[in-house]
């Protein structure tokens, strides 16, 4: 098992600091649509789970895009800040927004039928397909 890291981060204008003292090195990627749309490219995903701190929430903006979950960006500078689980609580957060974590490794790979044909990465992950990804998480 990977060690735990904590990172601290904050949007591009500076008006949204997050601290997260419980992140997984080990990154997802989700491929899917809804993803790819709201960031233009597949979401590189830390699990930071519940121990976050936020401040200037007044600035973040969450937009409910599942039944399940819901995103937050920066209201003055649109950085992508969190994809929230609703019912756990549970942050993931863009890798981007940490640079200076150690050991990070790219572990999974969501929707992984949802891949455009028009890029691919190398790394050696795990993969689950929209199917399996719906039957694991949603039950
Ligand atoms: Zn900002
Ligand atoms: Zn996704």
């Known amino acids: 098992m990977s060690e735990i890291i904590s990172g601290a981060s904050n949007c591009l204008c500076g008006s949204v600091k997050i601290t997260a003292k419980n992140i997984n090195p080990n990154f997802t990627v989700c491929h899917c649509e809804t993803c790819r749309?709201?960031?233009?490219?597949p979401f590189f995903a830390l699990q930071c789970g519940t121990d976050v701190e936020?401040?200037?929430n007044e600035k973040v903006k969450i937009y409910k895009s599942s039944p399940w979950a819901s995103?937050?960006?920066?209201?003055?500078?649109?950085t992508h800040l969190f994809y929230k689980l609703d019912k756990t609580g549970?942050?993931?957060?863009p890798v981007g927004m940490f640079p200076n974590l150690?050991?990070?490794a790219m572990d999974m790979q969501y929707f992984s039928d949802q891949r455009p044909s028009y890029y691919c990465f190398s790394n050696k992950t795990?993969?689950?397909?929209?199917?399996?990804?719906e039957s694991y998480f949603h039950h």
Not at 37 to 41: D, P, Q
Not at 71 to 78: E, L, Y
Not at 90 to 93: A, D, L, R, S, V
């Open 90 to 93: 549970e942050y993931n957060m």
């Open 54 to 56: 936020i401040t200037g």
């Open 126 to 133: 795990k993969e689950m397909t929209k199917a399996e990804v």
């Open 102 to 104: 150690k050991g990070l």
């Open 71 to 78: 995103r937050g960006f920066c209201s003055d500078c649109g």
């Open 37 to 41: 749309t709201w960031g233009g490219v």
